[in-house]
């Protein structure tokens, strides 16, 4: 059975996820954390519940999404999956963390490998489905678990809002297009985990998102 953990991190309230199965076999989602503080209380769930992370998984690029990923593969020995549009993202890490204020901040390491629309992920029992999703940003997926009705999906929908397009690599069309056919096409009574804010339904965002006239129009 799937168990998951959250956590709010960085100064851009970050949602990072943990999940895990009944034996200890753990996914990370968009490791946020960016001081010892973040990285203990990541690292102290791990260790009180005895999870063995096998997998760090990226929705996408942001730098608020990946500040952790140095821990991560330090920790754990893990590197990133994730889609190769948003590769330039992890590698100008660095740079925009600079322009943000963020000093100090490590490289990311280099993805393990790269995850497209149809994909699968497994670890331990969990198996989570590859939504390609592009529009906040170039290589923006979300992870589907079709057993537990849940979907993780970083940045392209939130809870009454969507994704924003005005950063570099984002297109409004492309995102009302992806959330369109690749989300509201799901159940609607999957929750859904974003990368920012509290979680809410698929079937609650077809009647609620204010962008969904927008949505339906593209
Ligand atoms: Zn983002």
């Not at 519940?49 to 929705?59: E, G, S, W």
């Not at 992920?121 to 529009?135: C, D, M, Q, R, S």
């Not at 009574?189 to 998102?209: L, R």
């Amino acid at each position: 059975m799937l168990q998951q953990k959250s956590f709010t991190f960085n100064p851009f309230a970050e949602n990072t996820y943990i999940l895990y199965d009944g034996q200890g076999q753990a996914a990370i989602i968009d490791p946020g954390c960016c001081n010892r503080q973040e990285e203990a209380k990541l690292h102290d769930f791990i260790t009180e519940k005895n999870l063995k992370p096998v997998r760090l998984l990226l929705t996408h690029g942001h730098l608020d999404h990946i500040l952790g990923n140095d821990f991560v593969f330090r920790k754990y020995g893990l590197a990133p999956y994730m889609n190769s549009g948003d590769l330039h993202l992890l590698h100008s890490l660095v740079a925009t963390c600079e322009i943000y204020g963020l000093h100090g901040v490590a490289p990311s390491p280099e993805p393990a490998g790269w995850l497209n629309e149809g994909d699968t992920v497994t670890f331990g029992e969990i198996k989570l489905e590859v939504i390609f999703a592009p529009g906040h940003s170039p290589g923006s997926l979300c992870f589907y678990s079709a057993e537990d009705k849940k979907l993780w999906c970083g940045d392209v929908l939130f809870n009454q809002s969507i994704g924003r397009t005005d950063l570099p690599g984002g297109d409004s069309g492309t995102l009302f297009r992806s959330i369109r056919s690749g989300l509201f096409t799901l159940p609607d009574d999957v929750t859904v985990y974003s990368g920012h804010g509290m979680p809410t339904t698929i079937g609650f965002e077809k009647e609620n998102n204010p962008f969904v006239g927008a949505l339906a129009g593209n």
